[in-house]
């Protein structure tokens, strides 16, 4: 049978990383992720699992990308502070294509900013934060049920894309208790991906949309993995055709699937006129002021994305075939507010509702925002 238990959202991402099959953690504290730490500090032992507290969170990334060549399923959980640490290495996971799952709890910044506050400010970090161009794959719950699920989904997607996902939350979901009902194991959708048979050590060739094959370390045969820019084999190159080819392989295997990663949900879009676009803690007093502003008869609805990155450019712009209004509310200086801009036509009114300070938007503050929106 399924549970319902009250959880906090950090100890409701450890139980779904124990579900999904991770079996190794390594991390360093740091608030406002500490929890995820701590019950896999005591659950993996108990269950013959890996748990290693690092010296800081350069080295726990790279035992987690160690641990994953080696074939085990890998998590590791931060904040801001500790994810700006992590931008070397989440490049290199990126350009060895090795799967791996980066919890980023997001507080004030910059620098060691608002320690216990929460903020939606690391929006753009999470893509562009390594340098080079390069894929990744973010996932940004706002309910308990969605931060279970979306947990899960994190390293399905990053055992089928085999890519770094990083998996957003904010202080106000990571510490709050909430009812959440945990499913049974059977219900819970797993990937895994094989483990070849290597016959041919040319692991990264294969064709547009495509994985490279699995292979994992200390199983007797040799493999080189390397930061560098790299031919099939994995030697590195500066051979422009083959970095060309090798950068292609990379973002396609990702873009190529965007129907399949991208994923969002809707509430009252049939008939909006206005759009709020919102996500995390922001989309949860969305929900709420649309529901409010719903009762006051404006014709208002909310788009909250569950996938950031890619950003759900496609589904937005068909909603701006009747939709001409959108508001944009997020906890930084206006971050994501410029992909709206981007993927929008210029008969799009646009507004945002933005704030840096640590403080939750409430419902009455997006309601006001909806009603101004309507002279």
């Known amino acids: ?10 100890i409701i991402v450890a139980k779904a990383a124990i579900s999904a099959g991770c079996n190794f953690f390594a991390g360093y504290p740091i ?30 990334l790279g035992a987690c990308i160690g641990a994953s060549l080696s074939g085990k399923k890998v998590l590791t959980a931060t904040s801001g502070p500790g994810f700006s640490l992590m931008q070397e290495h989440l490049g290199f996971a990126v350009m060895a294509e090795i799967p791996l799952v980066i919890v980023n709890v997001m507080r004030g910044g910059p620098s060691t900013g608002i320690p216990t506050k929460p903020s939606q400010a690391d929006m753009m970090q999470t893509r562009w934060g390594t340098h080079g161009d390069h894929p990744i794959i973010v996932l940004y719950p706002a309910f308990s049920d969605e931060i279970f699920s979306e ?10 894309f085999w890519n770094p996902v990083i998996l957003l939350l904010d202080e106000v979901i990571a510490k709050a208790h909430e009812d959440i009902e945990i499913p049974e194991k059977k219900d819970i959708n797993i990937y895994k991906e094989k483990v070849n048979v290597i016959k041919d050590l040319n692991i990264y060739d294969r064709n547009i949309g495509e994985n490279p094959p699995r292979v994992d370390f200390f199983k007797g045969y040799p493999i080189h ?4 820019e790299h031919d099939s084999h994995g030697w590195p190159t500066s051979d422009p055709v083959i970095a060309d080819k ?20 809707e509430y009252h879009m049939e008939d909006a006129e206005i759009m709020v676009f919102a996500f995390g803690v922001s989309a949860r007093a969305a929900l709420n002021a649309v529901k409010e502003a719903r009762d006051e008869g404006i014709k208002v609805g909310l788009f909250q994305p569950l996938t950031i990155w890619p950003f759900p450019k496609k589904a937005l712009q068909e909603r701006f075939k009747k939709i001409k209004k959108i508001l944009t509310v997020e906890m930084n200086m206006g971050q994501i507010k410029y992909e709206i801009e981007r993927v929008s036509p210029d008969d799009v009114k646009k507004k945002t509702l933005l704030r840096a300070n640590g403080i939750p938007f409430t419902p009455k503050e997006i309601v006001n925002s909806i009603r101004e929106f309507t002279k």
């Open 31 to 60: 608030t406002p992720s500490s929890e995820v730490a701590q019950y896999l500090s005591k659950e993996f032992p108990q269950m013959g699992r890996d748990f290693i507290q690092m010296e800081d969170e350069i080295s726990a």
């Open 151 to 160: 947990t899960i989904r994190a390293f399905n997607l990053s055992e089928k």
């Open 225 to 228: 993995i390397d930061g560098l």
């Open 1 to 10: 049978m399924s549970e319902r238990k009250v959880l906090q959202g950090n």
């Open 246 to 265: 090798m950068q292609n392989l990379r973002m396609q295997k990702i873009y190529h699937y965007q129907d399949e990663i991208i994923k969002f949900n």
